[in-house]
């Protein structure tokens, strides 16, 4: 089991910048890649990236391409989501999660972290 813990909200005017980490522990060694996903009050559970954990390849969500970049640093078992230009359409809980296989579905979850941009 992957205990995962999100950091790094907060309230930020638009065009601003946060940074989130999500730090993890547990059964690391079987993690193939770790995802940032988020919920907008009354809407789904949206994917907005992952990265592959030994390789570092990443993939984005459309609406986040070219605003958000996603990171690791496998010493530490951390993945950042660097979140630029934001927009109050952003507003959300984030939440990151890892799963163990490239066809897996991502079964390991944070408790999320709030992050509202102010128009």
């Known amino acids: 089991q992957v205990q995962l813990v999100e950091s790094g909200g907060g309230l930020v005017q638009a065009g601003g910048s946060l940074r989130l980490s999500c730090a993890t522990s547990?059964?690391?060694?079987?993690?193939?890649?770790m995802g940032w996903f988020r919920q907008a009050p009354g809407k789904g559970r949206e994917f907005i990236s992952d990265?592959?954990?030994?390789?570092?390849?990443?993939y984005y969500a459309d609406s986040v391409k070219g605003r958000f970049t996603i990171s690791r640093d496998n010493a530490k078992n951390t993945v950042y989501l660097q979140m630029n230009s934001l927009k109050p359409e952003d507003t959300a809980v984030y939440y990151c999660a890892t799963k163990p296989g490239r066809y897996t579905n991502y079964d390991s979850w944070g408790q999320g972290t709030q992050v509202t941009v102010s128009s």
């Open positions: 547990g059964r690391t060694s079987s993690t193939y890649a």
């Open positions: 990265i592959t954990w030994n390789d570092g390849i990443t």
